[in-house]
């Protein structure tokens, strides 16, 4: 009876792994986020280390969220009509919470596409103050997953993005004032590759 339980099991288990279909695991990514006000812009050039996964219902849903939290370094660049002067680098924060469809090619590849919210923490220093931008966005992702076998899979991709909603806090002295961006306009763009677990 033991042994029979044991056999369904891994019958089960294997299945399981066949048909795998949500995975969790690390990226790498190079994004670039630019908003305008005023008479300048802001460019935040980006490379993140990111935690990156999705979940679909069963393993043969094709509906699903897809999730992305990251670190990294981001070097800001201002330019206006006369001049562009680049900051130092400083740290930055990432994530995404997206709506995904899969549409599967074949067996060992398929194809992502996602919409929902993203967001981008960015800070950069001059010699009197320091300033932390907080950009809010619509984001899309692009992306394949192709499976190398049942257990990891290789992702990459691409990210688009609108901003809706920047903010901005300054630290000057004893002094903290919050703004928000009048935004003219702005996008993101940016790719990652990864490795991930599939379950």
Do not use: C, W
């Amino acid at each position: 009876m033991k042994r029979s339980v044991s056999v369904v099991l891994l019958i089960l288990a294997s299945a399981s792994l066949a048909f795998a279909s949500s995975y969790i695991g690390g990226s790498i990514s190079i994004m670039n986020d630019t908003y305008s006000e005023d008479s300048y812009k802001v460019v935040f050039n980006q490379v993140a280390v990111s935690l990156e996964g999705a979940s679909y219902g069963s393993t043969s849903g094709r509906f699903g969220i897809a999730y992305q939290f990251g670190v990294g370094s981001s070097t800001p660049t201002f330019e206006t009509s006369i001049l562009s002067l680049e900051g130092d680098p400083t740290s930055v924060l990432t994530g995404s919470l997206m709506g995904t469809v899969k549409h599967i090619l074949n067996r060992d590849l398929s194809l992502e596409t996602a919409l929902g919210y993203g967001y981008t923490q960015s800070s950069y220093e001059d010699s009197s103050s320091e300033s932390t931008s907080r950009i809010s966005k619509i984001e899309a992702k692009i992306g394949a997953v192709y499976e190398l076998n049942n257990d990891l899979v290789l992702l990459g991709g691409v990210r688009l993005s609108i901003p809706f909603s920047v903010s901005k806090t300054t630290k000057s002295g004893s002094s903290t004032t919050t703004d928000t961006i009048s935004l003219e306009s702005g996008s993101g763009f940016g790719t990652y590759i990864g490795m991930a677990y599939q379950y």
